[in-house]
């Protein structure tokens, strides 16, 4: 059981002697504490770089579509469902990837941590083997890693990468979720009224600074629908409903390709629950067409097939 | 604190309160309300002056209206002097000697402005770099520094005087506060990690415009808004109008030169086509083209873009790279 | 001008309706023809296949004011493109849910299927949409204010 940012790096290292990638791209240490940063190395040298921690949060995947040439990276579980969504798109060749798979325990939520830190700036944050030390200018709190995951980390069952050419370390083992939608099904169970009144509530926070869409590996359109002008489908301002409209088409659009991996709630600044929206649709898509996104690379997006037999009872 | 108290009697007050786990600016009735501490709100006070989105006029068949001028007195509260100074950065745009922006100006008018010096400035701190400094008179009227049980209050504009006349609570400070005034301040000083020369850093950005550096600094980027739309100085803009031909209204809603859309012609082109031109733009015009039209960086050394960039893209570490080309 | 209270006494639903061309549109049609008496609450826009239909098209309704949306489509296996009311059908089990979820109340947004010889069908159709829309009362949510 090595140290597994050592072995990303010999992996990295390897696969530039070997001139198998033009491109690696993983993870450093960050400016902040709690952060690492995405990091794109072109020689070996560099390699020295690459780090893997708790704090590995983005989903690097995003980087891809736009990309030529081969290209190595690093993919935790979710990372890899993405990449699994863009060979199912045709976004990206099988050939020109060396996938760097990291079985992956969760990774740090922030929000969660400067929350518990309530007052003071976290200036120093350090990972152990039994949990993260958070350090202020007059406080020290020591905290165990699974009460910082976000949900998406806790109701994770691929932490173990999907699809990947090299694998770092050893596998481990999934989590049984018992109810993974358990929080949908109660909101589900609300009045329209309640549940309008937290969709609108949610969605009044938003200042459409699209850092969501950015963020999320599934929306690589580099024509979005939020720009178009001819037509121009809904108001670009904060408007109320322009605003409700944006949420609620962007969750439509990653219908079956949202792979759950929490990137769009991270890069959020004003803490916009757009989780609850992309997990209703998941389980939707489940439910329907049993369907999960990012399993197999040759199984089409559900909403670009259709069964015969499919259900029909919300239509008169 | 009993001017809080005497101020939210007569006039609106707007102050940092706990949202969630963040700290906004908004409005107060009871001196409770507000919550200060040693790290600053999330987002900028320049939607105070600038909102987000803002009628310009309506239209009705031939006529148009515009929106009547805001003409409440308010009182800015708990602002970080590098929110306030971000003012003075906001006004050659907004209150310039070519154009004036009346409802920008009305807002700033009716506006008084007490600041709060930063004892413990943040480690994204980096104003003292910028031309700012955790206890800079700059774009505030009145100064309050913590001193423990009491505030440190120094008027700063006429209006400041204005605000505080006449109200209750206040004593002549003595020379013990005083001094220890003056250590607090020093002790912030000394806390700010500075190192950013930003004169050496305009000459290298004016030096060589098709820097390879770019390639690389722009790369994680994902080229969303966020650090636009918190940095306080940010102030591009885009003008819409919404409606159909008989109604509807021209409205002026928040734009960001990281969005694709913003130099895209009508015929198609875009001369900032990807993500490294429009990062190159953004460093440049903060750093050096707003040097060259209003002699300062059009940056307060807040941090916010720092904390809130989702790939954790630091622009200190993008100007420590311009500054020191190896 | 009206008051509030004049305009609330002679609401009438205003539906948006999405038709196909070849089925529904022809359905409708033929209603006209056979003087089928229906509400006068719909407003048509023909489409070539329910398949066509952007979930955008809904919303962008809803936002104008449209107190109910229908899109009505061939029956499966009689789509004119072969497939297009399939994927239909997938799309808008998935985003009738999703509207359904963040509180859009049910009854607002509806789906069918009327082939172009079911001219009572359709007149039908429209009686029971428009009751559905009539109890629900005019739409609140997700309508932008008009600039007055």
């Not at chain 2, 709100?41 to 987000?52: C, G, H, L, W, Y």
């Not at chain 2, 954790?312 to 420590?320: F, G, K």
Request: aromatic fraction near 8%; include cysteine.
């Amino acid at each position: 059981m090595g140290d597994p940012s050592k072995q990303i790096r010999e992996a990295a290292r390897k696969l530039f002697e070997e001139d198998k990638v033009d491109l690696i791209i993983g993870f450093e240490d960050g400016s902040l504490p709690l952060r690492a940063t995405p990091c794109f190395i072109r020689k070996g040298e560099d390699a020295e770089r690459l780090v893997w921690n708790s704090f590995c949060e983005n989903n690097l995947a995003t980087y891809l579509p736009k990309k030529k040439g081969r290209i190595g990276i690093v993919a935790k579980g979710c990372d890899s469902r993405s990449i699994v969504g863009f060979l199912k798109e045709k976004q990206i060749d099988r050939e020109d990837l060396v996938v760097i798979g990291l079985p992956c325990e969760g990774m740090i939520d922030r929000k969660t941590v400067e929350e518990r830190m309530e007052e003071g700036e976290i200036i120093a944050a350090e990972e152990g083997p039994d949990g993260i030390v958070v350090k202020g200018t007059d406080f020290q709190e020591k905290m165990k890693k699974e009460d910082l995951l976000p949900e998406s980390c806790r109701v994770c069952t691929h932490r173990n990468p999907v699809l990947y050419d090299v694998l770092i370390g050893e596998a481990v083992e999934e989590q049984k979720v018992a109810d993974p939608f358990g929080p949908i099904r109660g909101f589900e169970g609300k009045t329209a009224e309640e549940r309008w009144a937290y969709f609108s509530g949610e969605t009044e926070k938003c200042i459409r600074c699209y850092a969501c869409r950015n963020a999320c590996p599934i929306c690589y359109c580099e024509a979005c629908y939020v720009d178009s002008s001819e037509p121009q489908w809904f108001g670009k301002s904060i408007e109320s409903t322009d605003t409700q409209i944006f949420h609620i088409v962007r969750a439509f659009h990653a219908a079956g390709r949202c792979v759950d991996c929490g990137a769009c709630i991270r890069a959020c600044p004003v803490d916009v629950d757009l989780r609850f929206l992309n997990k209703k649709i998941e389980k939707d898509i489940l439910e329907l067409f049993s369907f999960e996104a990012g399993e197999d690379p040759d199984r089409p997006p559900p909403l670009t097939t259709y069964k015969q037999d499919d259900p029909e009872g919300f239509i008169k | 604190m009993s001017l809080l108290a005497d101020l939210t009697g007569s006039c609106q007050v707007l102050a940092p309160v706990r949202n969630g786990d963040s700290l906004v600016f908004d409005e107060i009735r009871a001196r409770d309300e507000i919550h200060l501490s040693e790290c600053n709100t999330r987002k900028s006070v320049k939607e105070i002056f600038f909102p987000q989105r803002e009628r310009l006029f309506a239209y009705r068949g031939q006529e148009t209206r515009e929106p009547s001028f805001p003409d409440e007195e308010r009182v800015l509260f708990g602002v970080r002097p590098c929110d306030a100074r971000s003012l003075c950065l906001l006004d050659p745009v907004f209150d310039g000697d070519d154009f004036k922006d009346p409802y920008y100006c009305s807002r700033r008018r009716n506006t008084t402005v007490v600041s709060i010096g930063c004892n413990r400035p943040m480690r994204t701190c980096f104003c003292t770099d910028t031309g700012g400094d955790p206890f800079s008179l700059e774009g505030t009227d009145v100064l309050l520094i913590d001193m423990g049980e009491t505030y440190f209050v120094r008027p700063i504009t006429k209006k400041g005087e204005n605000l505080l006349a006449g109200r209750p609570g206040f004593e002549k400070a003595e020379q013990d506060q005083i001094r220890r005034k003056g250590e607090i301040i020093e002790k912030a000083h000394q806390s700010i990690h500075s190192g950013l020369n930003l004169e050496r850093i305009k000459k290298e950005l004016d030096k060589d415009f098709d820097n390879p550096l770019w390639d690389i600094l722009h790369e994680k980027c994902l080229g969303c808004g966020v650090c636009t739309f918190l940095c306080p100085t940010c102030h591009c803009f885009d003008i819409l109008d919404e409606g159909d031909s008989r109604k509807g209204e021209r409205i002026r809603i928040w734009d960001s030169c990281m969005f694709p859309l913003f130099t895209l012609h009508a015929s198609g082109t875009n001369p900032r086509p990807s993500g490294k031109e429009r990062m190159r733009q953004r460093v440049l015009h903060k750093f050096t083209y707003f040097v060259d039209n209003h002699s300062r960086v059009a940056c307060t050394g807040c941090g916010r873009c720092i904390r809130a960039c989702p790939v954790n893209l630091d622009i200190r570490e993008v100007l420590e790279a311009l500054q020191n080309p190896e | 001008m009206e008051t509030e209270e004049a305009l609330q006494a002679s609401w009438e639903p205003k539906i948006v309706a999405f038709l196909c061309n070849w089925c529904s549109y022809a359905g409708a049609d033929l209603a006209g023809v056979g003087r089928l008496q229906y509400p006068p609450t719909t407003r048509t826009i023909r489409v070539p296949c329910s398949g066509r239909v952007d979930p955008l098209f809904i919303l962008r309704a809803l936002q104008n004011g449209a107190d109910g949306v229908l899109v009505s489509g061939c029956h499966p296996g009689d789509c004119h493109y072969l497939s297009g009311n399939y994927t239909a059908r997938r799309r808008f089990a998935v985003f009738s849910r999703l509207l359904e979820y963040v509180g859009i109340e049910k009854g607002r947004v509806h789906f069918s299927w009327v082939s172009a010889a079911e001219a009572g069908r359709f007149a039908e159709l429209i009686t029971e949409v428009t009751e559905e829309i009539r109890k629900l009362g005019p739409a609140k949510r997700l309508v932008k204010k008009k600039v007055e």
